[in-house]
Protein backbone atom coordinates (compact mmCIF):
# COMPACT_ATOMS: atom_id res chain seq x y z
CA UNK A 1 0.00 0.00 0.00
CA UNK A 2 1.70 2.98 -0.97
CA UNK A 3 1.94 5.72 2.18
CA UNK A 4 -0.42 9.02 2.04
CA UNK A 5 1.54 12.22 2.94
CA UNK A 6 0.08 13.94 5.69
CA UNK A 7 -0.20 17.68 3.95
CA UNK A 8 -2.88 15.71 1.36
CA UNK A 9 -4.78 14.15 3.95
CA UNK A 10 -4.91 17.83 5.90
CA UNK A 11 -5.99 20.01 2.54
CA UNK A 12 -9.03 17.36 2.10
CA UNK A 13 -12.20 17.90 3.21
CA UNK A 14 -13.58 14.11 3.30
CA UNK A 15 -12.97 11.40 5.16
CA UNK A 16 -9.92 9.00 4.34
CA UNK A 17 -10.82 5.58 4.40
CA UNK A 18 -7.97 2.85 4.78
CA UNK A 19 -4.93 5.28 4.64
CA UNK A 20 -1.08 4.53 5.45
CA UNK A 21 0.85 7.72 7.15
CA UNK A 22 4.62 7.08 7.87
CA UNK A 23 6.50 9.32 10.06
CA UNK A 24 7.68 10.52 13.83
CA UNK A 25 6.00 10.73 16.47
CA UNK A 26 5.89 14.59 17.88
CA UNK A 27 4.16 14.07 20.81
CA UNK A 28 2.22 11.46 22.84
CA UNK A 29 -0.35 10.93 25.79
CA UNK A 30 -1.56 7.75 27.33
CA UNK A 31 -4.62 6.21 29.13
CA UNK A 32 -5.15 2.90 29.97
CA UNK A 33 -7.15 2.00 26.96
CA UNK A 34 -6.37 4.74 24.66
CA UNK A 35 -2.89 6.65 23.42
CA UNK A 36 -3.14 9.87 21.17
CA UNK A 37 -0.32 10.15 18.72
CA UNK A 38 0.59 13.64 17.32
CA UNK A 39 2.78 12.37 14.30
CA UNK A 40 4.34 14.44 11.49
CA UNK A 41 5.72 13.36 8.08
CA UNK A 42 7.59 16.20 6.76
CA UNK A 43 5.33 17.43 4.75
CA UNK A 44 3.25 19.86 6.13
CA UNK A 45 3.47 22.22 9.37
CA UNK A 46 0.46 20.41 11.06
CA UNK A 47 0.47 17.02 12.86
CA UNK A 48 -1.84 14.37 12.68
CA UNK A 49 -3.71 12.94 15.74
CA UNK A 50 -3.53 9.14 15.69
CA UNK A 51 -5.81 7.53 18.34
CA UNK A 52 -4.66 3.69 19.52
CA UNK A 53 -6.96 1.47 21.61
CA UNK A 54 -6.33 -1.17 23.57
CA UNK A 55 -7.59 -3.08 20.89
CA UNK A 56 -4.33 -3.24 18.85
CA UNK A 57 -2.85 -6.68 19.80
CA UNK A 58 0.51 -4.36 20.34
CA UNK A 59 -0.69 -1.57 22.29
CA UNK A 60 1.92 -2.63 25.49
CA UNK A 61 4.48 -1.78 22.67
CA UNK A 62 3.24 1.54 21.71
CA UNK A 63 2.67 2.88 25.43
CA UNK A 64 5.97 2.78 25.83
CA UNK A 65 6.99 5.13 22.69
CA UNK A 66 8.63 8.13 22.88
CA UNK A 67 9.02 11.55 21.18
CA UNK A 68 11.03 10.78 18.39
CA UNK A 69 10.40 7.49 18.02
CA UNK A 70 9.34 6.38 14.12
CA UNK A 71 6.69 4.48 12.91
CA UNK A 72 3.51 3.50 10.23
CA UNK A 73 -0.41 3.82 11.11
CA UNK A 74 -3.20 2.05 9.36
CA UNK A 75 -6.18 3.10 9.39
CA UNK A 76 -9.72 5.59 8.62
CA UNK A 77 -9.32 8.95 8.61
CA UNK A 78 -12.46 10.36 10.22
CA UNK A 79 -13.77 13.74 11.94
CA UNK A 80 -11.89 14.49 15.43
CA UNK A 81 -14.29 14.44 18.37
CA UNK A 82 -11.57 16.64 20.76
CA UNK A 83 -10.21 20.01 19.97
CA UNK A 84 -7.45 21.68 18.25
CA UNK A 85 -7.73 18.92 15.19
CA UNK A 86 -10.43 18.57 12.37
CA UNK A 87 -9.37 14.98 11.51
CA UNK A 88 -7.56 12.35 13.51
CA UNK A 89 -7.20 8.83 12.26
CA UNK A 90 -8.43 5.76 14.55
CA UNK A 91 -5.54 3.67 13.83
CA UNK A 92 -6.08 -0.58 13.12
CA UNK A 93 -2.17 -1.26 12.62
CA UNK A 94 0.65 0.41 14.10
CA UNK A 95 4.05 -0.86 13.23
CA UNK A 96 6.96 0.69 14.97
CA UNK A 97 10.53 0.93 13.16
CA UNK A 98 12.28 2.22 16.27
CA UNK A 99 11.51 3.22 19.80
CA UNK A 100 13.27 6.16 20.18
CA UNK A 101 15.21 6.99 23.70
CA UNK A 102 14.35 9.51 26.22
CA UNK A 103 17.75 11.59 25.20
CA UNK A 104 15.87 12.97 22.10
CA UNK A 105 16.99 16.25 21.94
CA UNK A 106 14.02 17.61 20.70
CA UNK A 107 11.12 17.82 23.35
CA UNK A 108 7.84 20.11 23.78
CA UNK A 109 9.32 23.11 24.43
CA UNK A 110 10.52 26.28 22.10
CA UNK A 111 14.48 25.46 21.29
CA UNK A 112 17.15 28.43 20.67
CA UNK A 113 18.62 28.97 17.53
CA UNK A 114 21.94 28.36 18.50
CA UNK A 115 21.13 24.95 20.26
CA UNK A 116 19.55 23.68 16.83
CA UNK A 117 22.60 24.76 15.20
CA UNK A 118 24.34 22.05 17.40
CA UNK A 119 22.08 19.64 16.42
CA UNK A 120 21.96 20.55 12.90
CA UNK A 121 21.03 16.95 11.64
CA UNK A 122 17.83 16.98 13.89
CA UNK A 123 16.68 20.77 13.49
CA UNK A 124 14.29 20.21 10.10
CA UNK A 125 12.28 17.94 12.46
CA UNK A 126 11.26 21.21 14.40
CA UNK A 127 8.56 23.43 13.67
CA UNK A 128 10.74 26.07 12.52
CA UNK A 129 13.37 24.46 10.46
CA UNK A 130 11.22 21.81 8.89
CA UNK A 131 9.49 25.10 7.54
CA UNK A 132 12.13 26.88 6.34
CA UNK A 133 13.75 23.99 4.28
CA UNK A 134 10.42 23.27 2.92
CA UNK A 135 10.65 27.06 1.53
CA UNK A 136 13.94 26.32 0.71
CA UNK A 137 13.07 23.79 -1.69
CA UNK A 138 9.61 25.43 -2.75
CA UNK A 139 11.59 28.45 -3.65
CA UNK A 140 14.28 26.75 -5.22
CA UNK A 141 11.77 25.18 -8.12
CA UNK A 142 9.95 28.63 -8.34
CA UNK A 143 13.40 30.27 -9.67
CA UNK A 144 13.23 27.47 -12.62
CA UNK A 145 10.14 27.60 -12.98
CA UNK A 146 10.09 31.60 -13.89
CA UNK A 147 12.78 31.78 -15.74
CA UNK A 148 11.78 28.49 -18.04
CA UNK A 149 8.62 30.28 -18.56
CA UNK A 150 10.68 33.20 -19.59
CA UNK A 151 12.74 31.04 -22.18
CA UNK A 152 16.17 31.31 -20.61
CA UNK A 153 18.10 27.99 -20.84
CA UNK A 154 19.57 26.25 -17.85
CA UNK A 155 23.63 26.26 -18.00
CA UNK A 156 25.68 24.14 -15.16
CA UNK A 157 28.64 25.88 -14.64
CA UNK A 158 31.98 24.76 -13.69
CA UNK A 159 32.43 24.18 -9.84
CA UNK A 160 36.48 23.99 -10.25
CA UNK A 161 37.80 26.66 -12.09
CA UNK A 162 41.04 28.15 -13.27
CA UNK A 163 40.06 32.08 -12.92
CA UNK A 164 39.18 34.08 -9.89
CA UNK A 165 36.04 35.59 -11.09
CA UNK A 166 35.89 38.48 -8.67
CA UNK A 167 39.61 38.98 -8.72
CA UNK A 168 39.44 39.41 -5.02
CA UNK A 169 41.57 36.18 -4.54
CA UNK A 170 39.20 35.03 -1.48
CA UNK A 171 39.56 31.30 -2.85
CA UNK A 172 39.47 27.65 -1.96
CA UNK A 173 42.25 25.79 -3.58
CA UNK A 174 42.01 22.48 -5.15
CA UNK A 175 44.42 19.93 -5.06
CA UNK A 176 45.40 16.72 -4.63
CA UNK A 177 49.04 17.14 -3.86
CA UNK A 178 50.47 17.23 -0.69
CA UNK A 179 51.13 20.37 0.18
CA UNK A 180 54.52 21.66 2.77
CA UNK A 181 53.62 24.41 4.91
CA UNK A 182 54.51 27.18 2.75
CA UNK A 183 52.03 25.86 0.46
CA UNK A 184 52.58 24.46 -3.25
CA UNK A 185 54.95 26.08 -5.75
CA UNK A 186 55.02 23.74 -8.52
CA UNK A 187 51.66 22.91 -9.68
CA UNK A 188 52.87 21.99 -13.36
CA UNK A 189 52.77 18.54 -10.97
CA UNK A 190 49.09 18.86 -9.60
CA UNK A 191 45.86 16.84 -11.54
CA UNK A 192 45.06 19.83 -13.49
CA UNK A 193 48.64 21.01 -14.29
CA UNK A 194 48.01 24.61 -13.01
CA UNK A 195 46.63 26.30 -9.73
CA UNK A 196 42.82 25.36 -9.39
CA UNK A 197 40.41 26.60 -6.70
CA UNK A 198 36.43 26.49 -6.18
CA UNK A 199 34.34 28.47 -8.04
CA UNK A 200 33.30 31.92 -6.21
CA UNK A 201 30.53 32.53 -9.34
CA UNK A 202 28.90 31.31 -12.12
CA UNK A 203 29.12 34.02 -14.19
CA UNK A 204 32.28 34.30 -16.71
CA UNK A 205 30.97 30.71 -17.87
CA UNK A 206 27.38 32.16 -18.42
CA UNK A 207 28.58 34.57 -20.28
CA UNK A 208 29.99 32.49 -22.67
CA UNK A 209 26.56 30.44 -23.29
CA UNK A 210 24.49 33.96 -23.21
CA UNK A 211 26.86 35.16 -26.08
CA UNK A 212 25.61 31.53 -27.53
CA UNK A 213 21.91 31.04 -26.61
CA UNK A 214 20.48 34.69 -25.96
CA UNK A 215 19.45 34.51 -22.14
CA UNK A 216 20.65 31.60 -19.78
CA UNK A 217 20.82 31.50 -15.85
CA UNK A 218 22.74 29.54 -13.50
CA UNK A 219 21.83 27.86 -10.16
CA UNK A 220 24.34 26.32 -8.09
CA UNK A 221 26.92 26.36 -5.04
CA UNK A 222 29.99 28.86 -4.78
CA UNK A 223 32.72 29.53 -2.42
CA UNK A 224 34.12 32.21 -0.56
CA UNK A 225 37.29 31.91 1.41
CA UNK A 226 36.28 35.00 3.34
CA UNK A 227 37.12 34.99 6.70
CA UNK A 228 34.17 36.85 8.26
CA UNK A 229 32.08 35.46 10.65
CA UNK A 230 29.08 38.07 10.63
CA UNK A 231 25.22 36.78 10.52
CA UNK A 232 25.15 37.15 6.73
CA UNK A 233 28.48 35.61 5.63
CA UNK A 234 29.34 32.20 4.45
CA UNK A 235 31.48 30.04 3.31
CA UNK A 236 29.42 27.94 0.94
CA UNK A 237 26.37 29.22 -0.44
CA UNK A 238 24.07 29.11 -3.50
CA UNK A 239 23.54 31.68 -6.09
CA UNK A 240 21.15 32.59 -9.13
CA UNK A 241 23.23 34.22 -11.84
CA UNK A 242 21.25 34.77 -15.04
CA UNK A 243 22.77 36.16 -17.84
CA UNK A 244 21.23 38.24 -20.78
CA UNK A 245 22.52 38.86 -24.34
CA UNK A 246 21.17 42.53 -26.31
CA UNK A 247 20.94 43.77 -22.16
CA UNK A 248 21.70 47.12 -21.45
CA UNK A 249 21.84 47.77 -17.13
CA UNK A 250 17.87 49.20 -17.00
CA UNK A 251 17.03 46.42 -18.53
CA UNK A 252 18.92 44.34 -16.39
CA UNK A 253 17.39 46.33 -13.75
CA UNK A 254 13.82 45.49 -15.36
CA UNK A 255 14.56 41.30 -15.20
CA UNK A 256 15.89 41.92 -11.66
CA UNK A 257 13.06 43.67 -10.05
CA UNK A 258 10.59 41.67 -11.78
CA UNK A 259 12.24 38.29 -10.65
CA UNK A 260 12.26 39.13 -7.16
CA UNK A 261 8.37 40.53 -6.92
CA UNK A 262 7.68 36.89 -8.79
CA UNK A 263 9.22 35.09 -6.02
CA UNK A 264 7.86 37.13 -3.30
CA UNK A 265 4.04 37.03 -4.84
CA UNK A 266 4.23 33.05 -5.29
CA UNK A 267 6.29 32.32 -1.76
CA UNK A 268 3.09 34.36 -0.53
CA UNK A 269 0.27 32.57 -2.00
CA UNK A 270 2.20 29.04 -2.66
CA UNK A 271 3.80 28.49 0.86
CA UNK A 272 1.39 30.46 3.47
CA UNK A 273 1.25 27.85 6.13
CA UNK A 274 5.28 27.88 6.79
CA UNK A 275 4.94 31.57 6.17
CA UNK A 276 2.38 32.44 8.74
CA UNK A 277 4.94 30.35 11.14
CA UNK A 278 7.46 32.91 10.55
CA UNK A 279 5.17 35.87 10.18
CA UNK A 280 3.46 34.92 13.46
CA UNK A 281 6.78 34.00 15.54
CA UNK A 282 10.05 35.25 14.20
CA UNK A 283 9.38 38.69 12.56
CA UNK A 284 5.94 40.46 12.88
CA UNK A 285 6.96 42.81 10.43
CA UNK A 286 7.92 40.47 7.48
CA UNK A 287 4.32 40.62 5.77
CA UNK A 288 5.19 44.99 5.87
CA UNK A 289 8.28 43.84 4.48
CA UNK A 290 7.22 41.63 1.31
CA UNK A 291 4.31 43.94 0.50
CA UNK A 292 6.94 46.55 0.26
CA UNK A 293 8.85 44.63 -2.62
CA UNK A 294 5.31 43.96 -4.72
CA UNK A 295 3.36 47.07 -3.99
CA UNK A 296 5.19 49.25 -6.72
CA UNK A 297 8.96 49.90 -8.70
CA UNK A 298 11.46 50.08 -7.35
CA UNK A 299 13.57 52.96 -6.18
CA UNK A 300 16.67 53.85 -8.54
CA UNK A 301 19.51 56.66 -7.38
CA UNK A 302 23.19 56.46 -8.55
CA UNK A 303 26.06 55.78 -6.30
CA UNK A 304 27.07 59.30 -6.09
CA UNK A 305 23.69 60.72 -4.91
CA UNK A 306 23.41 57.96 -2.56
CA UNK A 307 26.57 59.40 -0.84
CA UNK A 308 24.99 62.94 -0.53
CA UNK A 309 22.01 61.08 0.77
CA UNK A 310 24.24 59.46 3.48
CA UNK A 311 26.34 62.75 3.86
CA UNK A 312 23.22 64.80 4.71
CA UNK A 313 20.71 62.31 6.46
CA UNK A 314 21.78 63.54 10.38
CA UNK A 315 22.46 60.08 11.06
CA UNK A 316 26.22 58.78 12.86
CA UNK A 317 27.41 55.88 11.27
CA UNK A 318 29.70 52.95 12.48
CA UNK A 319 31.63 53.28 8.57
CA UNK A 320 32.92 56.10 7.10
CA UNK A 321 30.63 57.94 4.42
CA UNK A 322 33.19 58.79 1.27
CA UNK A 323 32.53 58.81 -2.52
CA UNK A 324 34.84 56.12 -3.29
CA UNK A 325 34.33 53.59 -0.40
CA UNK A 326 32.00 50.78 -1.13
CA UNK A 327 28.56 50.82 1.02
CA UNK A 328 28.65 48.93 4.08
CA UNK A 329 25.41 47.37 5.60
CA UNK A 330 24.29 49.75 7.69
CA UNK A 331 24.05 52.41 4.90
CA UNK A 332 22.48 49.96 2.46
CA UNK A 333 19.78 49.39 5.52
CA UNK A 334 19.11 52.64 6.38
CA UNK A 335 18.79 53.76 2.28
CA UNK A 336 16.39 50.46 1.61
CA UNK A 337 14.83 50.59 5.37
CA UNK A 338 14.06 54.14 6.48
CA UNK A 339 15.06 56.80 3.46
CA UNK A 340 13.22 54.73 0.57
CA UNK A 341 11.42 52.35 2.62
CA UNK A 342 11.75 49.61 -0.32
CA UNK A 343 14.11 48.39 -2.25
CA UNK A 344 16.14 50.50 -4.07
CA UNK A 345 19.03 50.14 -7.18
CA UNK A 346 22.31 51.81 -6.32
CA UNK A 347 23.67 52.38 -10.07
CA UNK A 348 26.94 53.83 -11.30
CA UNK A 349 29.60 52.59 -8.69
CA UNK A 350 33.44 53.87 -8.71
CA UNK A 351 35.17 51.42 -11.05
CA UNK A 352 37.81 50.85 -8.22
CA UNK A 353 35.77 48.89 -6.02
CA UNK A 354 34.21 47.24 -8.54
CA UNK A 355 35.34 44.23 -10.57
CA UNK A 356 37.35 43.84 -14.05
CA UNK A 357 34.13 42.92 -16.02
CA UNK A 358 32.24 45.74 -15.84
CA UNK A 359 31.51 48.15 -18.91
CA UNK A 360 33.13 51.39 -17.83
CA UNK A 361 31.01 54.18 -18.55
CA UNK A 362 31.92 57.38 -20.65
CA UNK A 363 33.18 59.53 -17.43
CA UNK A 364 35.80 56.94 -17.06
CA UNK A 365 35.58 56.75 -13.22
CA UNK A 366 32.53 54.73 -12.53
CA UNK A 367 31.10 51.27 -14.01
CA UNK A 368 27.44 50.36 -15.42
CA UNK A 369 26.64 48.52 -12.18
CA UNK A 370 23.96 47.88 -9.79
CA UNK A 371 23.22 46.62 -6.66
CA UNK A 372 19.60 46.43 -5.35
CA UNK A 373 19.34 46.68 -1.66
CA UNK A 374 16.09 45.29 0.25
CA UNK A 375 14.72 46.13 3.81
CA UNK A 376 16.18 43.85 6.86
CA UNK A 377 19.16 42.70 4.38
CA UNK A 378 20.75 45.27 2.38
CA UNK A 379 22.61 44.08 -0.67
CA UNK A 380 20.32 41.30 -2.01
CA UNK A 381 21.18 41.38 -5.80
CA UNK A 382 24.70 42.49 -7.40
CA UNK A 383 24.84 43.01 -11.12
CA UNK A 384 26.40 45.09 -14.10
CA UNK A 385 26.33 46.11 -17.66
CA UNK A 386 29.32 43.28 -18.88
CA UNK A 387 32.34 44.98 -21.00
CA UNK A 388 31.89 44.40 -24.53
CA UNK A 389 35.03 46.10 -25.94
CA UNK A 390 37.64 44.25 -26.08
CA UNK A 391 40.38 46.84 -25.72
CA UNK A 392 39.09 48.42 -22.68
CA UNK A 393 38.37 44.93 -21.63
CA UNK A 394 42.19 44.07 -21.36
CA UNK A 395 42.67 47.31 -20.15
CA UNK A 396 40.76 47.29 -17.42
CA UNK A 397 41.98 43.40 -16.67
CA UNK A 398 45.75 44.91 -16.93
CA UNK A 399 44.97 47.68 -14.46
CA UNK A 400 43.93 45.27 -11.88
CA UNK A 401 46.49 42.72 -11.99
CA UNK A 402 44.78 40.14 -13.30
CA UNK A 403 47.00 36.69 -15.44
CA UNK A 404 45.74 37.69 -19.02
CA UNK A 405 46.58 34.03 -19.91
CA UNK A 406 43.83 32.67 -17.31
CA UNK A 407 41.64 34.77 -19.11
CA UNK A 408 42.25 34.50 -22.73
CA UNK A 409 38.67 32.59 -23.43
CA UNK A 410 36.79 35.59 -22.19
CA UNK A 411 38.44 37.50 -23.95
CA UNK A 412 38.47 35.88 -27.05
CA UNK A 413 34.62 36.13 -26.71
CA UNK A 414 34.73 39.49 -27.45
CA UNK A 415 36.05 39.16 -30.83
CA UNK A 416 33.39 37.14 -32.52
CA UNK A 417 30.27 39.29 -32.70
CA UNK A 418 30.67 40.57 -29.25
CA UNK A 419 27.24 42.47 -28.34
CA UNK A 420 26.16 44.79 -25.10
CA UNK A 421 25.17 41.73 -22.29
CA UNK A 422 24.35 42.21 -18.78
CA UNK A 423 23.55 40.15 -15.99
CA UNK A 424 23.25 39.68 -11.93
CA UNK A 425 23.59 37.46 -8.76
CA UNK A 426 21.08 36.47 -6.24
CA UNK A 427 22.30 35.15 -3.17
CA UNK A 428 19.72 32.38 -2.30
CA UNK A 429 20.37 32.53 1.15
CA UNK A 430 19.67 36.20 1.32
CA UNK A 431 16.48 35.59 -0.59
CA UNK A 432 15.32 33.28 2.04
CA UNK A 433 16.52 35.44 5.13
CA UNK A 434 14.40 38.33 3.56
CA UNK A 435 11.36 35.53 3.12
CA UNK A 436 11.15 34.69 6.46
CA UNK A 437 12.49 36.99 8.48
CA UNK A 438 15.44 35.27 10.04
CA UNK A 439 18.59 36.86 10.71
CA UNK A 440 21.15 34.50 10.41
CA UNK A 441 22.38 32.84 7.28
CA UNK A 442 23.06 29.65 8.93
CA UNK A 443 19.67 28.57 9.97
CA UNK A 444 18.55 29.31 5.97
CA UNK A 445 21.22 26.38 4.92
CA UNK A 446 21.08 23.01 5.97
CA UNK A 447 24.21 22.14 6.94
CA UNK A 448 26.30 25.93 7.19
CA UNK A 449 30.15 26.13 6.51
CA UNK A 450 31.72 29.29 8.43
CA UNK A 451 35.12 29.81 9.45
CA UNK A 452 36.27 27.15 12.15
CA UNK A 453 33.27 25.25 11.52
CA UNK A 454 32.95 21.81 9.17
CA UNK A 455 30.62 19.82 11.39
CA UNK A 456 28.01 17.46 9.79
Request: proline share 4%; glycine share 6%.
Amino acid sequence: MIRTRIRDILSQTQNWDDVLIKGWIRTIRHSKTFSFIEVNDGSCLKNIQVVADESLNNYSEIQSLTTGSSLSVRGNCVKSQGKGQDVEIQAGQIHIYQKAPETYPLQKKRHSDEFLRTIAHLRPRSNKFGAMFRIRSRVSMMIHSYFQDKGFNYVHTPIITGSDCEGAGEMFRVSNLNSSPSGISDFSQDFFGKETSLTVSGQLSAEMFALSLGDVYTFGPTFRAENSNTSRHAAEFWMVEPEMAFCDLNENMDVAQDFLQYLVRQYMERCSEDYSLFSNFVDKDLEMTLMSIVSGDFARLSYTDAVEVLKNSGRSFQYPVSWGLDLQSEHERFLAEEYFKKPVFIIHYPKTIKPFYMRLSDDQKTVAAMDLLVPKIGELIGGSQREERPDILEMRMREMGLNMEDYWWYLDSRKFGSVPHSGFGLGFERLLMLLTGVSNIRDVIPFPRTPGHIEF
